[in-house]
């Protein structure tokens, strides 16, 4: 079993659609958990960051995290064309310590 | 925000060429740093954690006479692939990170490097 699953896709939804994305893990010991967005030769954009368990809101996105059943989400609302991209799940023991990145989930978002 | 910028964003040479890849942070002072690699629809792979001053911890599989790290400061981490080779051909990313090992921060990218040996 890989440490951090996530779905690849690709996923494909209508213009203002809302999407959600997943990630289970199995280290209990993970206490970080960040979503990233990445366009095509770019680096790695941070989303979204949350530490232990809860929900955490910025706009149209919404990231949660659930220790207990070892699932993270993110979820966008009214997605647009813009948001197309790989959205990379990852997490760490610490701060200071490599993530562990999903393997990514390729989002077309069609107008 | 924070802004980690990585140079160069594209490297095209000949086989048997070293390669040298920057990787700095900023607004912020990293204490630590991390070299990841991604090939073409894969995820991010660690190769190495870099820390200001000490010697880069290298992953399984790593060749660290091949892929040369130095954190000669906290705002300062190079990757040299030595002798690159067309397996070498790849996309590297830095990773930087200004906290100590509990600080609620996360750590931050830079745009990458896309390497090809011809």
């Known amino acids: 079993q890989k440490e951090v699953e996530q779905d690849p896709g690709p996923l494909s939804v209508p213009e203002g659609a809302i999407v959600s994305l997943n990630c289970t893990y199995s280290n209990s010991a993970f206490q970080y958990f960040m979503w990233y967005r990445q366009y095509s030769r770019k680096g790695p954009e941070l989303l979204m960051y949350t530490y232990s368990s809860g929900n955490k809101e910025d706009g149209r996105f919404t990231a949660q995290v659930d220790k207990s059943s070892k699932y993270i989400s993110l979820f966008i609302r009214d997605s647009q064309p813009s948001d197309s991209a790989t959205y990379l799940c990852a997490m760490s023991v610490l701060g200071n310590t490599p993530l562990v990145f999903g393997k990514g989930t390729r989002l077309s978002v069609i107008a | 925000g924070a802004v980690v910028s990585q140079h160069p964003s594209r490297v095209i040479c000949k086989s048997g060429t070293s390669v040298k890849i920057e990787c700095r942070s900023l607004d912020f002072q990293a204490t630590t740093m991390f070299w990841y690699r991604q090939f073409p629809k894969q995820s991010l792979m660690l190769m190495a954690t870099s820390n200001e001053g000490s010697k880069a911890t290298y992953e399984q599989g790593v060749e660290k006479d091949k892929f040369l790290i130095n954190h000669a400061s906290l705002t300062l981490s190079t990757l040299t692939v030595t002798s690159a080779h067309p397996e070498d051909s790849s996309f590297y990313i830095c990773?930087?990170?200004?906290?100590?090992?509990?600080?609620?921060?996360?750590?931050?990218f830079g745009d990458g490097t896309r390497l090809s040996i011809l």
């Open positions: 990773s930087a990170f200004s906290g100590a090992g509990d600080s609620n921060q996360p750590q931050h």
